[in-house]
């Protein structure tokens, strides 16, 4: 709200007054800006020192390996050969120990497969013992149409030696003549 001095000036020399408030801040923000971004730059003079260090190191670490080496004795052509031929061994072993990993794993599986077959066959005669007191139960109302159906039911003869043919046989299953 303008007060009563505000009120008696000009528009003009309102927002002069207002614009002399925000200068001061401006002002601040672009000093807490630059301070951040000297910060930043500070960090990043840093940061190349210690890649320039880290440079120097490993310089430093390349020429100690190439001094170790250069002090190491060299081996003669026979003991690069033990040392080859130990390489494989060391390489047969640790193949031999997988293959005995696989094998106790394949045992393990054997063992649970065996149980699973013994759970199968438990599971196979509860079921098939389920079907003959279901055909049990079932059988005897069956058993009352069988009258029904054989008066229904023509028996075919074969016409070459005269055995009695399946319902729907096309050859004859005693002596393989054509049927119909």
Known sequence: MPNDEDIS???GQIETKEKKKIIPEMIAH???VEEKINTLKEGMREIKDLQTVNKLDIINLKNE?????????????????KVKAMEKLAEKAEKA???????????SDM??????????????????????????KTKP????????????????????????????AKFCGRCGAKGR
């Open 9 to 11: 000036k000009t528009p």
């Open 30 to 32: 672009i000093n807490r």
């Open 65 to 81: 390996i190439e001094q170790i080496k250069l002090s190491i004795p060299t081996l003669s052509p026979e003991n690069i050969e």
């Open 97 to 107: 120990e997988k293959i005995k990993d696989d094998v106790d794993k394949l045992k």
């Open 111 to 136: 063992k649970k497969l065996d149980m699973l077959q013994k759970k199968l066959a438990e599971i196979e005669k509860i079921h098939a013992n389920r079907r003959v007191t279901k055909d049990v």
């Open 141 to 168: 109302r069956r058993m009352l149409h069988i009258p029904g159906r054989l008066k229904r039911t023509k028996i075919k003869k074969c016409k070459k030696c005269g055995a009695v043919l399946i319902p729907k």
